[in-house]
């Protein structure tokens, strides 16, 4: 039987501060575990930040067991050998540390360690409008989620993205049992990010917050934490990029990108679903293709939701007084994209790298694709094509 309302979810615990990193230990015994599955990726693993989370375990006397093999797309190959590791070596509670791909491919195994099948059986059809109605009915086991970058949000949702090899896509997995029982939110995990990596990462989360906000499902609540994160990430991504070690700007970049995380209980809309085609296609990181992206949609959603889109305008700093509503909501796209050129992202295709004989296709795939149909307005193929053609002309 369908349920009423609206769903938002959050870890049990999200601790924010700097060195709580350094108390892992402590809430791996609170959660009652023995043995930890530790999962990274093999350039996190030798950083010394690293180091004070393997510390903390010897401190208090758990054993764990690294796993780094963690890609920057998660393969259902990866996370079925993984939880393979996990019940042969008796572990019971998870562990990520990382960015996206590291907490995603955490959560995945934690999946199928508690669900039947490989992560391919538990693939959810329809993420958006329904987090209870997924295959995997068993709650993860206890996990710890510590982010190194302050944008997927990860570290806050309940979905995973995983790339299903046997059919070529990414789907999506997860649900309301996949929420981590513990966020470690230290801002010092954060400071070995290089500034191209700290511009992509908190991009994405500035576009989380932005979807969440105009998103067909938004509730009162993310629409709280949408708007409270366009406000600081526009305030500190530009600082956190021209200097890695201003800790004021790391903690409220993370600060941030955890109140996206929490907004994104919506879903995200069309400016993923259609950015999503440029990275398998060209290569284009994830933050790229939502700076490339972004103001062909925004343009597309005003006469669907003017004044959000002015909200967001006003957030991001831009003056509006004596402007008429639609001129007043375009102030949005040019203050995404304008923000993106601060910090070193294109916000436009180029037709020589780019070869734009394979919009239709794009088309056609983001047509599909779930996050579209959490946008304000659903856009037929040819107005996805349209979208594309318009993303080489800013
Ligand atoms: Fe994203």
Redesign the pocket.
């Known amino acids: 039987m369908p349920l009423k309302g609206s769903l938002f979810m959050g870890p049990e615990r999200m601790v924010f501060g700097r060195g709580v990193a350094g108390d892992t230990g402590i809430y791996v015994k609170q959660l009652g575990g023995k043995k930890v599955f530790l999962v990274t990726d093999e350039i996190i693993a030798k950083l010394e930040s690293f180091s004070v989370i393997e510390n903390s375990l010897k401190e208090h006397g758990i054993e764990y067991y690294l796993y780094t093999d963690s890609d920057v797309n998660p393969t259902d190959v990866q996370i079925d050998q993984g939880c393979r590791i996990y019940k042969e070596e008796k572990c019971d509670v998870i562990i990520g540390v990382g960015g996206g791909s590291s907490l995603d491919t955490a959560k995945s195994i934690g999946i199928i360690a508690r669900n039947p099948g490989s992560i391919r059986d538990n693939f959810v059809p329809n993420y958006v409008t329904n987090p209870y109605d997924t295959p995997n009915k068993n709650a993860i086991p206890p996990s710890i989620m510590i982010p190194t970058t302050s944008g ?1 949000g990860s570290d806050v949702g309940c979905w995973t993205v995983v790339t299903n090899t046997a059919e070529n896509y990414k789907g999506f997995c997860g649900g309301w049992m996949c929420m981590p029982k513990v966020a470690l939110l230290d801002a010092e995990m954060t400071v070995s990010m290089p500034p191209r990596l700290t511009a992509s990462t908190g991009y ?1 989360a500035l ?2 917050a932005l979807e969440a906000y105009y998103h067909l499902y938004k509730t009162p609540l993310t629409d709280m934490y949408a708007l409270s994160a366009i406000k600081r990430i526009a305030k500190y991504l530009g600082k956190a990029v021209a200097n890695g070690k201003d800790m004021e700007a790391r903690e409220q970049m993370l600060l941030g990108a955890t109140e996206a995380g929490l907004a994104m209980n919506t879903g ?1 809309a069309l400016i ?1 679903s259609s950015g999503l085609q440029l990275t398998s296609k060209f290569g284009l990181s ?1 933050g790229e293709t ?1 700076a490339i992206m972004a103001g062909p949609v925004i343009r597309f959603n005003i006469i669907a939701c003017a004044e959000r889109m002015i909200d967001v305008a006003v957030a991001m700093g831009e003056v509006v007084d004596g402007l008429s509503v639609f001129e007043a909501a375009d102030k949005a796209a040019v203050a995404m994209q304008r923000f993106a050129l601060s910090v070193g992202l294109p916000v436009s295709l180029n037709k020589e790298l780019h070869n734009q004989a394979k919009i239709p296709e794009m088309a056609k795939i983001a047509f599909q694709n779930d996050n579209t149909y959490g946008n304000p307005r659903i856009p037929t193929r040819e107005e996805l094509e349209k979208l594309y053609l318009e993303a080489y002309q800013d």
């Open positions: 997927t994405d576009i989380h995200c993923h994830h939502l």
